[in-house]
């Protein structure tokens, strides 16, 4: 079906007490895996693409843009498109042309007062052109020398007063939250701090996404969902799968070469691991 916009599956998540699942496409076998899980699990999902990924295809966007969107229009699923994790300005300005309906504009990396300007600016540019802005805060330091903002750092956490104050003063539209989930873990073992999760839901007017969920329990998850997380981000967990079922067939069969042999088992474990994930959020 055609690309679904992400306002619109967060919306309708928030009005179920669901949360979306955004999972991250690296090669045209994500965004097909995504679709499949998607379908699969009868749910909604958002294909997203990073700016490391970018990165990864030589720094064009429009070719992977362009599958994960021709993937989205072929599959029976409701799947929208987001940039996410943009820290470059020029790849910003790039992703309306390509179909995305949402950006996670990344400035934690600058102080407080510099993050606030660069992500107003970057909300205007995208509310301009009907684009969905997520941003995210970790705990404001603003002092010399602190530089806490980023939300991944481990043992960061978010204060609920100064998101609601940052989200005030940028217009974002969904704030990425630090509430003890960290991204790139490999084992499931991260526990969140569900009380934060709850204070935050009530001071920040926006929906509220989780960063780095492969870490994180699905009992732990579907904590979360019912505290009031509205998008979450699976990342790493669809490459341990992917990796996974290739390293495994690799060693089954060493002597193959034809990459469609190997691709598909790895193709089928991440599908697999998407539904999964997407049947967690429903409950
Ligand atoms: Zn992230």
Redesign the pocket.
């Known amino acids: 079906m055609p690309l679904v916009t992400t306002a619109e599956l967060i919306s309708d998540a928030q009005r179920a007490g669901r949360a979306v699942g955004a999972f991250n496409v690296i090669t045209l076998e994500h965004a097909e895996a995504i679709a499949a899980g998607a379908e699969e699990a009868g749910a909604p999902a958002i294909l997203q693409i990073s700016e490391n990924a970018v990165k990864f295809h030589g720094g064009s966007l429009a070719p992977i843009a362009a599958a994960a969107a021709a993937v989205a229009r072929v599959s029976s699923a409701q799947l929208s498109l987001h940039l996410?994790?943009v820290v470059s300005e020029d790849l910003l300005r790039a992703a309306h042309p390509e179909g995305f309906s949402s950006v996670?504009f990344d400035a934690s990396k600058l102080t407080y007062g510099d993050n606030v300007k660069a992500t107003a600016a970057a909300v205007r540019w995208g509310h301009e052109r009907g684009i969905y802005v997520e941003a995210?805060l970790g705990k404001v330091g603003g002092k010399e020398g602190e530089k806490p903002l980023d939300a991944?750092a481990p043992g960061v956490r978010t204060d609920p007063a100064e998101a609601a104050a940052y989200v005030a003063e940028t217009g974002v539209d969904a704030l990425?939250v630090a509430v003890g989930s960290s991204?790139a873990m490999t084992e499931r073992t991260a526990t969140l701090d569900h009380d934060l999760i709850g204070r935050l839901r009530d001071a920040v007017p926006v929906p509220l996404v989780l960063?780095?969920s492969s870490g994180v329990p699905d009992t732990e998850i579907a904590a979360a969902v019912a505290s009031g997380m509205r998008k979450i981000?699976v990342g790493t967990a669809l490459n341990t799968a992917f990796t996974g079922a290739v390293r495994e067939w690799l060693t089954a069969n060493p002597a193959a070469v034809d990459p469609r042999k190997y691709t598909a088992p790895g193709r089928d474990a991440m599908a697999g691991t998407v539904s999964r994930f997407l049947r967690v959020l429903g409950s």
């Open positions: 996410d994790h996670m995210e991944h990425a991204h960063h780095g981000n």
